[in-house]
Every structure is written in C-alpha cells, then in structure tokens.
C-alpha cells in the first residue's frame, strides 16, 4: 500500500483546528490524500503524486481544473473593479439570468445563490409559499444537499430500510442528528423510478413539491426508465405540486438545457450548480415565471424570501457566463468530444471485464459514468444495494488510485470526464483499470454467482 506521509502530516495538523480535519466530511474517506494542486485533467497531491482526475471535485469541473478561459474572465472582472456591492442589482447577474433562460426550457427567470443547498432548500420553500401544503417527497439514494429536507436516506444500508416497498414511502432516515422529528414527518421519501409510489404518498398527504435528480447520480448514474419522468410530471399537474428537478449534477455537464431538455420533460423548477461554473461556488434556481415570481409578491404575506450577502459575487458569476460561453463554442464542441471519450472508456471498460469474466453494468449519460458489478442497470437503490458488490467497488478505487487514476475512493461515486481529458489519458486508465481488475483481491471481493 502506497504510503502519503506528507499528506498525512497536514491532515494530522488540521484534526487539531478543524473538527475531522477537513471542511467537510463528505470529503474524508481513505486513502486521506492531500491535493496541492489541479489543472486540466490532473491533479498533484503534497506527495508529489500525479493523477488523471475523474472525481472532479463531485463533478464541477467539466472544462476541467483551471480551465484558462474562465480563470481570465473572472481575473479580468475582478481586475476591472467589480465587487460586491450588495445593494441593488448588477449587469453581470441580469446576464447569467438571462443566458440561463435562453438554454433551459423550464426557465423564464432565475435567481443566483451560492450552493446547491441553498437552491434545493429555496426551491422547497418556494413549492411550500405557492402551494400552502408543507409535505414532500424526495427520492431513496438521491441527494440534494445538507439541509433538514433532504437530509436523509442516501446509501442507506438496506438493513435499515428494509425491503423495498411499492406503492408505499420509507422511513426518513436522517444523515445528519439534528433534524426535529416534526420536521421528518413532512417528507416522504420514495423509490426512483416508482410512479406508483408517489400516487400512493399524494393520496396521503398534501404535497407542496417532488424533488428529484432526473439521474440519480450520487449513486453513480441511475436513469430515468423511459416515461418515468413524463410520469412525474402528470402526477404533479394532477395533484398540485411543485415538480422540482435538481440538476445540480446533470445540469449543463448534459448539455446547456440540462438533462430536462434531453428527456423533453419539463418541471416547474429547476436547480443549478457544479458545471455550471466549472468549480466556482454558485447556484441557480430557474422555473416558471409563476413560481419564481413568489419570490418578489407585492404581498409580504405570500413572498417567499430570498436574500443572501454574496448572491451574484461578481466572481463566480462570470465563472458561470464564461462557462456556458466556452460551452456554447463551436456548436457545443466540448460535448461532442467529453461525450467520445466516454463512449471510449465504456467500450474499453466492457471489453476488459468480459475478457475476465466479471459481470459490468457501465451506465454512463455523456461525461458521467459509474461501472456496477451487475449484469443489469441499477433501476433504484434497493437494485443497487442488494446486487452491487461494495467492497470490490471500493478495493477497485483503491488500486487505481495506486496507479494514479483517481476516482473518490467511495463506492457508486460517479466519473466525471472533463473537456481537457484526451485519448492518451483514456488509454492509459484502461491499462490500469485493466491491471486492476486482474488483481486476485478484486476478483475474490466479487460476488460467487460471477466465478469466472
Ligand atoms: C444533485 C445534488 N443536489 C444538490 C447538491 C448540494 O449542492 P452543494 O454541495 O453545492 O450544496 C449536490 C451536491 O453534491 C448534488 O449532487
């Protein structure tokens, strides 16, 4: 095993400053190495180990670390003398806006915040100020943020949950201790890809929203079967709630429109982050103009109150427009070459493990990828917990990190390609995936039902 002595030092340094030594534990799990630095497709850990990144820092950086473009823009906005002024409006937020409005189907106007969080917790409250019902439901192995709405039942073990249920909702199973038990009681989480379900929780209670990824992708990258978001939607227009789609991770790294625009689905709101700005923190909630505008009712009564001191930061509000900008050159350039090579890593991928004899589900939407030990695509949490085989994930993360591909050593936590992958770098993963997956240890940490 590869030893980090100076990472472990700086982490050690850390623990004594930073509760868990890091600003946020979603971002501890072993090997603890510590990045110094990060461009294009490579990251530099304080070892002196170069790796090929696929993590992506949970999947913002799609131009890729550093991308030079948006670094100038930013650098010459704030050069120029932009600040945050904090009273009034600013050009540079009224364009992100509008360019927002001008890709996504579902967004007449939007509104900018820092983190997908917030914009996940903004988009609720909202659904909660049109509707006055305060129920909603979320889905089983999604994620859409810290907040006591949503902070439950993401890769919980199945031993907690129990069978999987249709049509019915599961207990709300906090990852976080604080979240009142009054509050757990409004949201109802369901199983993706179960219409039958969300029938049965909206005969129940009166649902103000439903949020959901349209791909789950905090468990790799689970699609929608075909109808089930066109599903969603009729369910939302005949009961009344708000359908929320939280594109945090498939938004913009899909395409511009976000994944909504290639299902031809369109929710009532929709939220942003991540590639929208290559790695800058900001958020955007888009949506009809008939619940967005609650967010500015004449009647204090009924508006919903949105407010933050760095909404629009001058700075990662022309990382977001220099993105999309490189994102709309060349007729969508960089789409057609992160998607190529992912239909490389697949093809390369499927190759090695049925050359070996181990049974692959590579699910993959354009740039985003995951590989399941599984010999059909995960349709919800309950598939993928009860047939993916979790240790031989995480050994297998383990022993590409060894040889320099990084991927979150988690198991489930999705790839993500960026514009300044190449060829050679797709190469030479292969080589090492393939090495990796010859390794007696993985093999063995595979399930019986795949002897080879
Ligand atoms: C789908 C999704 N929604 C919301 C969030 C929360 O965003 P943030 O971490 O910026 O608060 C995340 C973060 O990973 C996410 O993946």
Not at 403 to 423: C, D, V
């Amino acid at each position: 095993m590869k030893e980090y002595p100076n990472s472990a030092r700086i982490l050690a340094e850390n623990r004594q400053y930073i509760p868990g030594g890091a600003v946020s534990l979603n971002r501890v799990a072993g090997p603890d190495i510590v990045f110094v630095r990060g461009a294009g497709s490579r990251l530099h850990d304080a070892d002196g180990n170069e790796y090929i990144d696929y993590h992506a820092a949970f999947a913002p950086h799609f131009l890729g670390h550093n991308d030079p473009y948006v670094n100038e823009a930013v650098d010459r906005a704030m050069r120029g003398g932009a600040s945050l002024y904090g009273s009034g409006t600013t050009e540079l937020e009224g364009r992100l806006a509008r360019m927002v409005c001008e890709h996504v189907p579902c967004a007449e106007s939007a509104q900018i915040l820092n983190t997908g969080s917030e914009a996940t917790y903004q988009a609720l409250r909202a659904a909660r100020g049109i509707t006055g019902r305060d129920h909603v439901i979320v889905m089983q192995g999604g994620y859409n943020g810290w907040h006591n709405d949503v902070a439950c039942n993401l890769m919980t073990p199945l031993a907690q949950i129990g069978p999987r249920i249709s049509p019915g909702e599961y207990p709300f199973l906090p990852i976080s201790a604080g979240i009142p038990k009054a509050h757990q009681a409004l949201v109802h989480p369901v199983n993706f890809n179960d219409l039958d379900s969300v029938r049965w929780v909206c005969e129940r209670y009166p649902i103000a929203a439903l949020i959901t990824e349209p791909i789950l992708q905090n468990i790799g990258v689970v699609h929608p079967q075909p109808g089930y978001l066109a599903g969603l939607r009729a369910l939302a227009d005949e009961f009344g709630f708000v359908l929320i789609f939280d594109e945090v991770k498939t938004g913009f790294r899909h395409g511009l429109g976000g994944y909504a625009a290639i299902a031809g689905v369109e929710p009532d709101m929709a939220v942003f982050g991540k590639a929208i700005a290559n790695g800058y923190p900001i958020a955007v909630l888009a949506g009809k103009r008939r619940f967005m505008d609650v967010f500015a009712d004449a009647d204090p009564v009924r508006r919903v109150l949105l407010a933050g001191t760095y909404n629009g930061h001058p700075s990662p509000t022309m990382a977001a427009i220099a993105t999309i900008e490189r994102l709309r050159m060349d007729d969508g350039a960089v789409y057609r070459h992160t998607d190529r090579l992912g239909a490389l890593l697949e093809a390369g991928v499927l190759q090695i493990t049925r050359e070996l004899g181990i049974p692959a589900a590579f699910r993959r939407q354009g740039s985003a990828f995951c590989l399941y030990f599984m010999d059909h695509a995960p349709v919800d949490w309950h598939d993928l917990a009860g047939n993916h085989p979790f240790a031989a994930d995480d050994a297998m993360r383990h022993a590409l990190i060894e040889r320099g591909i990084y991927f979150f050593p988690l198991a489930t936590k999705q790839g993500s390609i960026s514009a300044a992958h190449t060829e050679d770098d797709i190469a030479r993963t292969l080589e090492a995936w393939a090495e990796v997956l010859a390794l007696p240890a993985i093999q063995q940490s595979l399930p019986a039902s795949s002897a080879r």
